[in-house]
């Protein structure tokens, strides 16, 4: 099986181009937050009132970011994934190995509604708490971050959901099931 590494847009629609572009912003800030945080340590550089501010920055962005890529692997079905149980029912049987991926795309999305409602919690008790480090930077803009990140999350997994219900070898698989049973029957 050969996973498709490239970030190249799937789908032309405009979230996909928001979350793609958010996240590569996220990344980038990260890394040059993370770069100007070495030079003026290895140069010793004398910035007035310093260049503590870079560190945590860096931190959130890479936390942050992280929610972001993975926003991005869920729109490409790149996500990690455990395929073995589904690998072996799917070699006796297609219809029940598309049976377990569904099942297990049902609890993905299920879980991700779930760290998301934990989030928008986390986002509302916290949005006025300055962070440790950067005090101009809320806690609830941070956690509100990885909640949207996560409920882009869902949509797309939803998503693939839909493609997996929808795909013709699944429908017809099932309509094969239903006509053998109701000429058993008869």
């Known amino acids: 099986m050969d996973i498709d590494q ?3 847009l799937k789908k032309g629609t405009w979230y996909d181009w928001v979350v793609l ?3 590569t912003v996220i990344f980038i800030l990260m890394l040059l937050l993370t770069t100007a945080q070495i030079i003026v340590r290895v140069f010793n550089i004398p910035i ?3 260049a503590w501010w870079t560190e945590p920055l860096a ?9 972001g890529g993975a926003a991005v692997a869920s729109r490409n079905g790149e996500h990690i994934k455990m395929t073995i ?3 072996q029912f799917e070699k006796r049987s297609p ?6 991926d ?3 795309q049902v609890l993905t999305i299920v879980f991700l509604i779930l760290l998301g409602y934990a989030g928008l919690r986390a986002t509302i008790q916290n949005w006025d708490t300055p962070m440790i480090g950067v005090g101009t930077v809320q806690q609830g803009w941070i956690y509100g971050s990885i909640t949207a990140f996560i409920g882009m999350m869902v949509f797309y997994e939803l998503i693939n959901l839909r493609d997996i219900l929808t795909t013709n070898d699944f429908s017809q698989q ?3 099931k239903e006509n053998r049973a109701n000429k058993e029957v008869k």
């Open 21 to 23: 572009n958010v996240a």
């Open 95 to 100: 219809l029940i190995g598309t049976i377990v």
């Open 48 to 50: 007035s009132g310093g």
């Open 102 to 104: 569904t099942l297990a």
């Open 59 to 67: 931190r959130y962005s890479l936390i942050v970011g992280t929610y």
């Open 85 to 87: 149980v589904s690998d």
């Open 174 to 176: 099932l309509m094969n």
């Open 6 to 8: 490239s970030l190249g």
